[in-house]
Each structure stands twice: as C-alpha cells, then as structure tokens.
C-alpha cells in the first residue's frame, strides 16, 4: 500500500509564506516525476509545480518566481515553499505522484491539505 501524506497547509495572511511537505511510504520500484496541484472551490484542479527524479522543475506562470518546488529523493520526498501568498492562492493543495509498482505505474494523490490566503 503506498500513501501519500501531506503537511504544512493553513491560514496566513497575504504576502506571507507556507511550505508544503509530501512524503511517499509503501513498498515500490521507483517514483519519477512528482508534483503539487491544487483546486480552488468551483475551479479546476491545476498544476501548480513538478519536479522529476533528477531535479528538472516546471512551474504554473501564476505562481512563477513565488513558489519553489524541490525534493528529497532518498525520503521519497517533495516540497513546495510559498511565499509572497495571494488570497488568489487559496486551495486545496494535492501532492502527486505516478509510483512504478512491479512493471506497472499508478498514479497515487495526497489527502489534500487547505491553504487559505487572507486579505
């Protein structure tokens, strides 16, 4: 059984600053690529950052040169540091992450974790 847990959400004002924590645990192969969504209420759930295995990140142009994804490939894990939050930013936060079990990949999500920006 491999789980994603996530920590690190919460209530803070704008312009200040959260760090995200997910951490994979189970038996697998191998993690790849992983990576940060979120939904906000009546929207979509986007992709806020991805990071793969050695280190090549992508980043959502609205939260560009605010977030930074990174990740710890010996805890099977990935971060994601917010800073200069907006109310805009408010969401459920996802960690993700495809997992190789035996020769097949599944795709595996956090609980979710709330991030709420106030104004």
């Known amino acids: 059984q491999v789980q994603l847990v996530e920590s690190g959400g919460g209530l803070v004002q704008a312009g200040g600053s959260l760090r995200l924590s997910c951490a994979a645990s189970?038996?697998?192969?191998?993690?790849?690529?992983m990576g940060w969504y979120r939904q906000a209420p009546g929207k979509q759930r986007e992709l806020v950052a991805s990071?793969?295995?050695?280190?090549?990140?992508k980043h959502a142009d609205s939260v560009k040169g605010r977030f930074t994804i990174s990740r710890a490939n010996a805890k099977n894990s990935v971060y994601l540091q917010m800073n200069s939050l907006k109310p805009e930013d408010t969401a459920v936060y996802y960690c993700y992450a495809p997992v190789l079990l035996g020769v097949v990949t599944y795709d595996y999500w956090g609980q979710g974790t709330q991030v709420t920006v106030s104004s």
């Open positions: 189970g038996t697998f192969v191998s993690i790849n690529a």
């Open positions: 990071i793969t295995s050695d280190g090549s990140t």
